[in-house]
């Protein structure tokens, strides 16, 4: 498999406190990782600072992408080389609505003049694919929507932005069964042998219909534990504090 995500020795830290602390992850196209751990671990923070928010300093080690360091890109940059983050809080923006947002930021990432026409075409296609309501695409970015909309709607960003690294950050907590079946349809539609997905879940609900590679368990910002889905069950049954980490 050819290797698209690889962090080395990662230290990072918010407002001079360190969260992530020697943390080391590679990740092949093809692949679907997920990372679990208890409140406070550093999962979002892990997120985030792939992502390249800017709060958060590095202050030792590097992040590899596509064999290029991407330690220092601001974050548009690396959204251009092709990831993708979901919000564990999505902003509700007042003003511009789904389609004309989804459009902007995919003609900002490929460079090229978006058509309007087929763009929207596209996006209905996606939006019924996910049984996603195509009204919400004519009403402002979140602006009204329940959680479950929400996490919908990042689904439908991922899908038609179409990244290299998809980096889901609890995508589906506080959702129902039936936005948690949607929003599984639309992680696996997404999932192929040229793309990589990192999941950060408190719980094993979406993996009853995703199927991952790689179990993480993230404690005190460290990767502790690697495991398959079977890890994932042992969490769910004994939780963590009972897992012996490793």
């Known amino acids: 498999m050819t290797k698209l995500l690889e962090i080395n020795n990662l230290h990072a830290a918010i407002d001079g406190k360190e969260i992530i602390r ?22 979002s923070t892990l997120a985030n600072v792939i992502m390249g928010y800017p709060h958060y300093t590095v202050t030792k080690g590097n992040i590899i992408f596509e064999e290029d360091d991407i330690t220092e890109d601001r974050t548009d940059e690396r959204a251009k080389k092709g990831i993708f983050l979901s919000f ?27 058509s309007f ?22 009403r402002y970015l979140n602006v009204g929507f ?24 609890e995508t589906d907590s506080g959702l129902d069964v039936d ?37 993480h368990i993230l404690a005190d910002g460290r990767i ?7 890890l994932a069950h042992e969490i769910n049954e004994h939780g963590f504090t009972s897992l012996p980490l490793l």
């Not at 564990?88 to 978006?114: C, D, H, M, P, Y």
């Not at 992680?187 to 997905?197: G, L, Q, T």
């Open 88 to 114: 564990q809080n999505s902003e509700e923006v007042e003003g511009i609505t789904v389609e004309n947002f989804l459009r902007a930021a995919k003609g900002a990432i490929t460079g090229q003049n978006i």
């Open 146 to 169: 329940s959680g479950g909309e929400k996490k919908k709607n990042e689904i439908v960003q991922m899908l038609v932005l179409n990244p290299k690294l998809a980096i889901l950050d």
């Open 224 to 230: 502790m534990r690697t495991g398959d889905k079977s």
């Open 179 to 215: 936005a948690v079946r949607a929003v599984s349809e639309g992680i696996n539609r997404f999932r192929s042998k040229n793309n990589a997905i990192i999941i950060i879940t408190h719980n094993t609900r979406l993996l009853s219909s995703v199927e991952p590679d790689y179990v």
């Open 22 to 43: 020697e943390l080391n992850l590679s990740v092949n196209k093809g692949e679907v990782h997920v990372i679990m751990g208890p409140n406070g671990a550093g999962k």
């Open 117 to 138: 026409v087929s763009f929207r075409k596209e996006l209905m296609s996606v939006m019924s694919e996910i049984d996603f309501d195509s009204e919400y695409a004519h």
